[in-house]
């Protein structure tokens, strides 16, 4: 593993962990959609914030890399909350079943590309385009209440993944990743917020093929041909702790995968069982308001 922040590189997004530019561009362009639906509702609880943040990671290839990279990116920080929806993050969550025990998102998640050139074990082949994922969610509360303090539940994201270079956009399969979610949120001098993840990990056999197949056409000696599965793709933890205090937002994100019993463990691809992420970020409101 390369030291933390031995190299900078600066537009790069980590490929399975954090959200992305793509993503948060896809989130402003809600932020405006909706706007009219709430200026509608004459909902004066309702409240919007733009802004702009910045995050340094350090994070696998991919699942099952032995190769991972520093990055330093900004990302745009959109906000908007009401009684109708709420927009954060890599989330559009709808609250018109907000008073009982179902809840139902649109989810986001995305990277961009990987230079086969930078991997040694995918030399020769061809990058991993960048990455976009979007779907339901569907939650079930086990403990608390959605919208406040402090929730657990169980959520079941389905999402379309797409791969594209910009030029062609290609749909390379599904994703469904069973979740166990805790948030808690502590309201003192400051605002301190901790979201907690516990997820299973499962593919169409298109989209594993994507990261971990071999064709014959890239095959070697060391580098067997491999058809891969659909099926189990291992598990994830993350834990996100972030504090917001006087119109700026800091936080830190820690994810560990575990891939040892994925469908597609024997791929010449795949080197660690376990990988580890970490990252700092922080975001700056430079305009809020409310709709009246």
């Known amino acids: ?3 933390w922040f031995s190299k900078l590189s600066y537009w790069k997004f980590d490929n399975h962990n954090y959200s992305n530019l793509l993503v948060r561009a896809c989130l402003v362009h809600a932020l405006v959609f909706y706007a009219p639906v709430l200026f509608a509702a004459d909902n004066k609880s309702s409240f919007w914030e733009l802004g702009l943040g910045v995050a340094a990671f350090q994070t696998p290839h991919y ?11 900004p990302y745009p920080h959109a906000r908007l909350e009401s009684d109708l929806l709420s927009v954060d993050r890599n989330v559009i969550r709808g609250h018109m079943l907000a008073e009982q025990n179902f809840q139902l998102d649109i989810s986001f998640a995305g990277a961009l590309k990987v230079d086969s050139e930078d991997n040694r074990l995918r030399q020769a082949m061809p990058d991993l385009d960048y990455i976009v994922e979007a779907g339901p969610s569907f939650n079930w509360l086990l403990n608390g209440k959605f919208n406040s303090d402090y929730y657990l539940s169980f959520d079941v994201p389905v999402r379309s993944v797409w791969a594209t270079d910009l ?3 290609e ?12 948030y808690q949120q502590w309201q003192n001098s400051n605002q301190w917020e901790l979201d907690s993840k516990l997820r299973l990990l499962y593919a169409t056999a298109s989209y594993h093929e994507y990261f971990y197949a071999v064709t ?13 599965a659909s099926g189990y793709g291992g598990w994830q933890y993350s834990l996100n702790i972030k504090t917001r205090n006087n119109g700026m937002i800091l936080g830190i994100l820690m994810v560990f995968s575990d891939v040892s019993a994925a469908s597609y463990k024997d791929s010449p691809l795949v080197v660690e069982d376990y990988n580890y992420s970490i990252g700092i970020y922080a975001s700056w409101i430079l305009a809020e308001g409310r709709f009246y």
């Open 1 to 3: 593993m390369q030291p």
């Open 63 to 73: 699942l099952g890399s032995d190769q991972s990279d520093n990055y330093v990116l």
């Open 167 to 169: 030029e062609e956009v």
């Open 171 to 182: 749909q390379i399969g599904w994703r469904l990743t069973p979740t166990l979610h805790w």
């Open 216 to 228: 014959d056409a890239y095959a070697s000696t060391t580098r067997p041909r491999y058809e891969a």
